[in-house]
């Protein structure tokens, strides 16, 4: 599971309960350009993402050929995602200070 | 463990630097160097010790800048290529929640002129909240231990 298989699932995640709440009936090859829609990724992709949740058991396919959480009220995904955030966000940081360290250096020589 | 890969998670960060390679290669194994950015955000580095050879030690002490409160980790190098490849594996720290190691695997490529570097770090345990009761508090605390 990567970063934006969490991505994917926690888009999923949302959607899937906004029809529910709205008492929609959304088939899989619906949900997917849905998901697919503001990222940079192709619908093959995104099914490709899905199957790793579904591996990873944060989501499950249903007879109706739909996606759904696996644990709708477990949230584990909006946890995994922001600690995961947070760990690139660590990483990101360092980044850019190595960036800056190495310009420096780049200046002075 | 066969469902580590689909269950535990990994950073990947793609980035070029305006250095050439030898230059970030030091940047990663030179304790002057590594201090002036391993950071995170509002912590010093100290203590910065490196022995640089394949199952040498790569050590360092994260103090948070307000407090002073002292965060040491330790990695071994497992692989070290010059200079263009190093992976280290971290020590577990069970206090955090993080019982096996971690690698992180840093790779420099050339790119014109710069250097195209790309960082994985992992596998972090995520998503099995039945199995791993307790991983938001231990999750806080690594957090606060690596300052993310």
Request: net charge negative; proline share 6%.
């Amino acid at each position: 599971v990567h970063c934006r298989d969490l991505e994917i699932g926690l888009r999923h995640q949302r959607a899937v309960l906004a029809d529910r709440e709205a008492d929609r009936g959304v088939r899989e090859a619906e949900r997917v350009p849905e998901l697919a829609e503001p990222l940079p990724i192709s619908l093959p992709a995104v099914s490709r993402h899905l199957k790793v949740l579904e591996q990873a058991g944060l989501i499950a396919r249903s007879r109706e050929a739909q996606w759904r959480p696996a644990r709708m009220q477990a949230d584990p995904l909006d946890d995994a995602v922001a600690w995961m955030q947070s760990r690139k966000a660590t990483w990101k940081g360092r980044m850019d200070r190595l960036d800056a360290h190495l310009r420096r250096k780049g200046a002075r020589r | 463990m066969s469902d580590v890969a689909a269950t535990d998670v990994q950073i990947l960060i793609t980035r070029i630097f305006d250095a050439p390679r030898e230059e970030v290669f030091r940047a990663w194994t030179v304790p002057d160097e590594i201090a002036a950015w391993f950071g995170p955000e509002h912590f010093d580095t100290k203590d910065v010790r490196i022995d640089l050879r394949v199952g040498g030690r790569y050590e360092l002490t994260m103090v948070q800048r307000d407090n002073g409160a002292e965060f040491p980790v330790g990695y071994e190098i497992v692989e070290l290529v010059e200079p263009e490849l190093l992976v280290l594996r971290s020590d577990p720290m069970p206090e955090a929640g993080m019982h096996e190691p971690t690698i992180t695997r840093v790779e420099l490529h050339d790119h014109g002129s710069k250097t195209r570097m790309t960082l994985s770090d992992g596998p972090y345990p995520a998503g099995r909240r039945h199995a791993e009761a307790g991983w938001n508090a231990a999750f806080d605390k690594l957090t606060a231990r690596v300052g993310g």
